[in-house]
């Protein structure tokens, strides 16, 4: 039984709670409230409590994203990142995993010099060896494709040492087991391996879906046929285009963040979890 | 021919001076059942995984069915291993851990139904098919770990302490399983324990080791009754047998407390090549309080008192101070004595064990 004064103070958190989600949540429900209403409405709501309550629900109650989902190329631009998110993680989970398996559970010379390094390259911003990155697939001659955008973002040293941390810990028994069922090393990695480990797959998956959500740099460099854009670069050309409104430029905000959202509130178990097992965190 | 040949195998690390096995021969014949016992760091799992192939063989030379294993990869060795740990694959199903190897070595689907069913059966897994290892208890566990090393029809079962992590009931009824299975199976078992009741109760054959050394290879009851040096003789039998130091003189044996006892003719002849200081050692149940023996040996009785009492339930354990050592004596339940009782007793004369101080080889 809680005494008073624990339910006392108990509710005191709830309520200071509540207060900062709603300071936090304020932008947000401003920026979904005001997308479904014209510059006009907006302007006379700005000043009021208004502001924050959405339009009545009539025929131009969606007016704002159908004109950005029909008129512009953001439903293309939204996809072409789903794409490359997929395929990101995919491949990273692959080639980080199958590093960090390597780091975790393979004796080879200089092993922990190689960790070090990896966990040295951590610290290095992207901003730093974007230049390096753009070089090389400009050498290649793949910039403006698809693979040049790809290649160098499948390694993440980060998403290496997330993998390592968790391999690790897998018993050594388990593989000698499976060595017994006739099972290869690499079929190990797909059917043990990564199974069992499905909170760091899940958490390296979002971090990867993200960091390709919110790119901004990387495909400004690299694309330039509107084809290949992604959506954080089509949300700059729809912002800053003169002929886009307010409340164009708010729905087309909602439309990316919703994403984000969904991704957070179905894994944030699967991303704490991640995490508190490697003991660090991103950034 | 043996099944198993193990020619002077050894193991030594790379980062150690000292070789974790020495010079380990052993030839195990088809369907038999071999247990390596040992204290904790004896080389005796070491031993089973240069066996398995998870370890280097770094001398020596190992020989499943006349083929030499040494360079060749675990999976091809004809071996089913149970771990200390069940090593059980967490994601998978009772049924599929034990499949999972069949599917690998491309069985046919119906053979695999057919075999999953018959293991199922025969470790009464049939309720727990498709839960999880983590759903299951430790004794659960142990028999589908069990299941997956059947399976496979394999020629050797090696088995690392698969009863370690059970509690004292369940590792009785497992044991008992264990052994049912290697007779109805007729395959050839090498079993690695620390706990000698274990390899006593099961093994065709005891193989004692320490500091990666052979101490002694003899059946069960061999080992207890001829232990060939003193840790083989101190490390079989629960209680521990007692230890002295005596010298013997002839017919005459003194104890280091100054008690002195006298030797049957023949033990003495036995001794005279090594006159002088020894070890004697005698099994608690050769320790006899009961009148009649006391009457037999009566020119060697002794006194003592009792220090403390065990009671088993069966038996009773006895310990008091005799001939400059802690003595232990296992007598029946209906032997019932108190503490700071004064006590008449005999060491049976043809049951005293005798090593060498120096090499501490029995004589």
């Known amino acids: ?283 | 021919m043996s099944f198993i040949e193990l020619k002077h195998i050894g193991k030594k690390y790379a980062n150690s001076d000292k070789n974790a096995v020495t010079d380990f021969n052993l030839e195990i014949n088809e369907k038999e059942f071999i247990a390596f016992v040992g204290p904790s760091g004896c080389g005796k799992s070491t031993t089973l995984r240069m066996i398995a192939g998870f370890e280097e063989i770094t001398e020596g030379e190992l020989y499943i069915d006349g083929v030499k294993m040494n360079e060749v990869a675990p999976r091809d060795r004809g071996i089913s291993m149970v771990f200390q740990n069940y090593a059980l694959y967490p994601h998978m199903t009772v049924e599929k851990n034990i499949s999972y190897g069949l599917k690998n070595m491309k069985v046919p689907k119906d053979v695999i139904k057919k075999k999953v069913d018959w293991v199922i059966d025969i470790l009464g897994l049939e309720e727990y098919r498709y839960r999880k290892p983590k759903n299951l208890s430790g004794g659960q566990r142990q028999r589908v770990a069990l299941g997956r090393a059947i399976v496979k029809d394999q020629k050797v079962f090696l088995m690392d302490e698969p009863l370690s992590n059970l509690d004292a009931k369940l590792r009785v009824s497992m044991r008992n399983e264990i052994s049912k299975l290697h007779r109805s199976l007729g395959s050839t078992t090498i079993y690695v324990t620390h706990d000698q009741v274990e390899a006593m109760t099961m093994a065709d054959r005891i193989v004692i080791m320490k500091d990666g050394v052979i101490q002694q290879i003899s059946k069960p009851m061999d080992l207890y009754e001829h232990p060939q040096n003193k840790f083989v003789a101190g490390f079989i039998g629960s209680p521990q047998m007692n230890f002295y130091d005596v010298t013997v003189n002839g017919e005459e044996m003194t104890f280091a407390d100054g008690s002195k006892m006298t030797l049957p003719k023949a033990t003495a002849e036995k001794l005279s090549e090594h006159k002088g200081e020894l070890i004697l050692g005698i099994r608690g149940e050769d320790i006899k309080f009961d009148s009649q023996n006391i009457d037999v040996y009566k020119q060697n009785s002794q006194q003592a008192v009792i220090e403390n009492t065990e009671i088993m339930g069966n038996e009773n354990n006895l310990y008091f101070q005799f001939g400059g050592a802690l003595t232990v004596a296992r007598v029946s339940k209906y032997e019932v004595c108190q503490i700071g009782d004064r006590v008449e007793f005999v060491f049976m004369p043809h049951k005293m064990h005798f090593f060498d101080r120096e090499t501490e080889q029995a004589i």
């Not at chain 1, 997929?86 to 080879?108: E, H, M």
């Not at chain 1, 793949?142 to 941390?165: A, C, D, K, S, W």
């Not at chain 1, 190990?188 to 990564?194: A, D, E, G």
């Open chain 1, 1 to 283: 039984m809680l005494t008073k004064r624990k339910r006392i103070s108990n509710w005191i958190l709830v309520a200071v709670l509540i207060v900062l989600s709603l300071f936090f949540l304020f932008p947000v429900i401003w920026m979904l409230a005001n997308s479904f209403k014209t510059d006009a409405q907006i302007t006379a709501d700005m000043n009021s409590a208004a502001a924050f309550i959405p339009p009545a629900l009539t025929g131009s109650f969606l007016d704002n994203y159908i004109s950005i989902l029909t008129n512009t190329s953001f439903l293309r631009y939204m996809l072409n990142t789903l794409f490359y998110a997929a395929v990101l993680i995919v491949l990273g989970v692959i080639v980080n995993g199958l590093a960090g398996y390597a780091l975790a559970k393979i004796k080879f010379p200089f092993r922990e010099r190689w960790l070090l390094i990896i966990m040295l390259l951590m610290i290095v911003p992207m901003e730093t060896i974007i230049t390096i990155h753009f070089l090389f697939v400009a050498k290649l001659g793949l910039l403006n494709t698809v693979i040049g955008y790809i290649l160098p973002m499948i390694v993440n040293p980060f998403n290496i040492f997330l993998f390592r941390q968790v391999f690790i810990s897998l018993p050594d028994d388990i593989y000698e087991a499976a060595q017994l069922d006739y099972c290869s090393p690499v079929k190990y990695f797909f059917t043990m391996v990564l199974p069992m480990s499905k909170s760091v797959v899940a958490t390296v998956s979002v971090f990867t879906f993200l960091n390709v959500w919110n790119d901004y740099l990387w495909p400004s460099l690299v694309f330039t046929s509107s084809d290949l854009l992604t959506a954080q670069i089509g949300l700059n050309a729809i912002t800053s285009n003169e002929n886009t409104t307010m409340g164009q430029t708010l729905a087309v905000i909602t439309l990316i963040t919703i994403p984000v959202i969904i991704i957070y509130s179905f894994f944030s178990k699967q991303i704490v979890e991640g995490v508190v097992s490697t003991g660090s965190k991103e950034g």
